[in-house]
């Protein structure tokens, strides 16, 4: 199930928390921060988050992926696993 991600700068709007995706493989569709022109697709593991990032794991290697560059959210069913 994809969950298409807003992150606007509102100040009355609470940030988008990833909390129901720890410790789950999704997809993350991402883009870069300037321009959102280049967008790409990160198999991986969210771990935790921050106010201004997501914490993940692909493979062996942990990064930080800022949340303003989260277009979407895609969790992976369970046949899709490895």
Known sequence: MSHLV???TDPDRLPVAYSSWYDTPVILRVATA???K?????HC???GESDAAVH???GQRDQNIYKKMILAVE???QSRRQ
């Not at 280049?38 to 990160?42: A, I, N, R, V």
């Open 6 to 8: 807003q992150n606007e």
């Open 34 to 36: 300037r321009t959102l």
């Open 38 to 42: 280049l967008q790409t697709e990160l």
């Open 45 to 47: 593991t969210i771990k």
């Open 56 to 58: 993940i794991r692909i």
């Open 75 to 77: 969790e992976i069913p």
